[in-house]
Structures are given as structure tokens and as C-alpha cells.
């Protein structure tokens, strides 16, 4: 049964600091690994994914994968007041799209 | 393209009677997921269709909940005899059914129990 763990729970940062939200994960056959973004009262959007070791930057977001010690991340750089949202982590199995979530992280950036 | 649709938006049911969720999955996708989101639980799997068929209820609580896919533009989540612990925020979500493929979420039904 996969067990997915994200931490912290919350953060708040000021506008312009770079933001490290962790994810941890059981199952060691994972293949693919997800961040997603829900604003309040909103639909989850998939923001990054990745599907093999090592690190993926798209804009002020990178993603840092290591499967060996089943931890992956996510980094924004130069964090926004519209960042403010409930970060989720998610893991699927190869051959099956079900996704796996951690509880999330809130993240409040301040002006 | 309109996203996933859901309805009701809420809802608010009596203790013991029943509630009826619909989804209106992005056309063309042929996998269907249910979720529940709670404060307390996070975001669970509930259920899962592909092309229709049911392929992985493993998270539904057996007694009350039932969902179906009678035809590939929507599906629907019942939960009968609801109760206080079933309030939540009901979400769908479509995919391209190959492994790796994105899941686009509806904005969620939120129910509540009274």
C-alpha cells in the first residue's frame, strides 16, 4: 500500500524567497510523480511532473526526483503572492494512471 | 473544451437519505477517477473506470457507496444513507488512460451532511 508523506505541513514566505516543498513516497516501483496546485475552493492542477531521476525546470519551478532514497521535490524560485495555494504531491505505478496524494502542503506567500 | 463537469456543486442532505453525484469527464478521455477531499484525510481514491469498466474500487466504503459509467460522457457517484462522516468535497477527474498521462480534475461536488 503506497504511502505518500509530504512536509511541512504549511509555510509562509515572503514574496521573492525560493520555496522547497518535500515529498516522500513507500513503494520503491513508483514511476511517475506529480505536483499539483488547487487554489481555494478550486480544481487540482497538475503543475510538474517527472518520471526519472534527477532534476526538470519549467519557468520559476523545478522538480528534484530521487528514487533511491523515494523523496522528490519541488522548488520555486522568486515565490509569488499567487503561488498561495494547497500544494499536493501524487505517485503512480507504471501500467496503472490511479494517482497515490499526500495530505499537502499550505503555502502562503506574503507581500 | 469545457474541462471536467461536475454537479451538483453542493449539496446538503439529511442525515440517512440519499446523495447523487454526476461527472461529465473531458471527451475523449477514457479513464475515469472519483476522489474525496477532506481536511483531515487529504485527497482519497475512491474509484476508477476504464472505457467504462470498473477496474479498481478498492477505495470505496463497501456498504453505502456505489458509482457507474453507463455511457463514456458521464458517471456517477451514489452514496446512500449518507452520513455526518461523508461530508466532504467529491472529486472527478479524466486521463488518456496510458500510465504517466495527466488527470484534469472538475472542481468537485461538496457535500454536506447534516
Known amino acids: 500500500q503506497q504511502n505518500v508523506q509530504q512536509s511541512p505541513e504549511s509555510l509562509i514566505v515572503p514574496e521573492g524567497a525560493r520555496t522547497s516543498l518535500n515529498c516522500t513516497f513507500s513503494?520503491?516501483?513508483?514511476?511517475y510523480f506529480w505536483w499539483y496546485r488547487q487554489h481555494s475552493g478550486k480544481a487540482p492542477k497538475a503543475l510538474m511532473?517527472?518520471?526519472?531521476?534527477g532534476e526538470k525546470e519549467e519557468g520559476r519551478f523545478t522538480i528534484h526526483l530521487n528514487k533511491a532514497s523515494l523523496h522528490f521535490s519541488l522548488h520555486i524560485r522568486d515565490s509569488q503572492p499567487s503561488d498561495s495555494a494547497l500544494y499536493l504531491c501524487a505517485v503512480s505505478m507504471s501500467g496503472y494512471n490511479k494517482l497515490t496524494f499526500g495530505k499537502g502542503t499550505v503555502l502562503l506567500v506574503s507581500p | 473544451n469545457a474541462g471536467v463537469i461536475q454537479t451538483p456543486r453542493h449539496k446538503v442532505t439529511g442525515k440517512g437519505q440519499e446523495a447523487t453525484l454526476w461527472c461529465e469527464p473531458i471527451?475523449?478521455?477514457?479513464?475515469v477517477f472519483w476522489y474525496r477531499q477532506t481536511i483531515v484525510q487529504g485527497l482519497e481514491f475512491l474509484t476508477y473506470?476504464?472505457?467504462?469498466?470498473?477496474?479498481?474500487d478498492s477505495g470505496m466504503p463497501k456498504e453505502r457507496f456505489s458509482a457507474q459509467m453507463p455511457n463514456q460522457s458521464h458517471s456517477t457517484l451514489k452514496i446512500q444513507s449518507t452520513q455526518p462522516q461523508d461530508s466532504a468535497v467529491y472529486l472527478c477527474a479524466s486521463s488518456l488512460d496510458s500510465s504517466g498521462n495527466t488527470l484534469y480534475f472538475g472542481e468537485g461536488s461538496r457535500l454536506i451532511v447534516v
Open positions: 513503494d520503491s516501483a513508483s514511476q
Open positions: 511532473s517527472i518520471f526519472s531521476n
Open positions: 473506470f476504464r472505457n467504462q469498466a470498473p477496474i479498481d
Open positions: 471527451s475523449g478521455h477514457s479513464a
